[in-house]
């Protein structure tokens, strides 16, 4: 094929079939009408001597050549979109972009508060959107655009095509209630060994200090194992169970409910939180801003 002969509209229908799967939304998206969209997709299909999309009964579903090209065509229409088509100046206060965080529940709690109440003072418009998923989805989500940064613990993403910048380095301590009746101020590590425990294992994430645990050959007790880390906080302050935290985390609880924390009687592994974006979105105007707003207010010794 003759890249001459290729008409660049051509690849923002195709993406917008991928993602809406449907004629009539598709067009909507990219303000074309649905007798416009159907004569592009028929372009379409003869520029690659495939049907493309095929109805079903949930829609215009995309063939297996569709499926490969997707990739490709997606990296193509961002790249124009962020890198070519974007204007280079980049005014926070107008703006009413909105951006898509991929984070564990754990940073909602310790970076939304403080990062939303920053842009309602320098952009009042724009809007954030978070999504939780699993760890080895992370990549694909930010390559694909579905997220445009991560923030939190992403080993995953410490690899070429991404960049980072840390933020946090992070402890682990004991959560317990105030009035516990067997802990005190430290914990030995026979008490530790003794107690009754709260574990969170959030779906398709790993918990640092679990693996630890599993490293060094401990074992101990386990009451309740949780999907959810803010689910702990009702759990902890009703009952004599221990909880292992972050210790960000652990300052959260201690505002907000009536519990204490105390340090492991073991040295524990430390998290690095970081920032991820992919590398096409590096020198985007919008994302460079926010990416300085968040360094700014979250970057620090913890």
């Not at 898509?100 to 310790?110: K, Y």
């Not at 970076?111 to 990549?139: D, I, Y």
């Amino acid at each position: 094929m003759d890249i001459r002969s290729l008409d660049l509209n051509l690849l923002v229908v195709f993406d917008a079939m991928l993602q809406h799967q449907n004629v009539t939304k598709a067009g909507e998206a990219i303000k074309l009408s649905q007798p416009a969209m159907s004569a592009a997709i028929s372009r379409l299909r003869t520029l690659f001597d495939d049907p493309l999309f095929v109805r079903t009964g949930s829609g215009m579903a995309p063939t297996p050549k569709a499926q490969a090209l997707s990739p490709s065509v997606r990296l193509v229409v961002q790249t124009i979109q962020t890198e070519i088509l974007l204007p280079k100046k980049f005014d926070p206060s107008l703006s009413d972009r909105t951006f898509t965080l991929l984070t564990p529940d754990i940073a909602e709690v310790n970076f939304l508060p403080r990062l939303l109440s920053e842009l309602a003072h320098k952009s009042p418009q724009l809007n954030l959107k978070t999504l939780a998923m699993p760890r080895e989805a992370a990549a694909q989500s930010l390559e694909s655009g579905a997220a445009e940064m991560a923030i939190g613990y992403f080993p995953d993403l410490h690899k070429a095509g991404f960049f980072q910048q840390k933020l946090i380095t992070n402890s682990h301590v004991c959560l317990i209630r105030k009035k516990h009746p067997h802990v005190g101020e430290k914990m030995t590590n026979a008490q530790f060994m003794q107690a009754s425990h709260a574990v969170v294992k959030p779906d398709g994430r790993e918990h640092l200090f679990e693996r630890f645990l599993q490293s060094k050959g401990i074992q101990r007790r386990v009451v309740v194992e949780l999907s959810h880390f803010m689910s702990l906080l009702p759990i902890i302050e009703t009952s004599n169970l221990i909880a292992t935290v972050p210790k960000d985390l652990a300052d959260f609880f201690v505002q907000h409910g009536d519990v204490r924390y105390i340090p492991t009687p073991m040295k524990s592994p430390v998290i690095d939180v970081h920032l991820f974006w992919h590398q096409r979105f590096q020198k985007d105007p919008a994302h460079m801003w926010l990416r300085q707003v968040i360094h700014q207010l979250f970057s620090r010794a913890h």
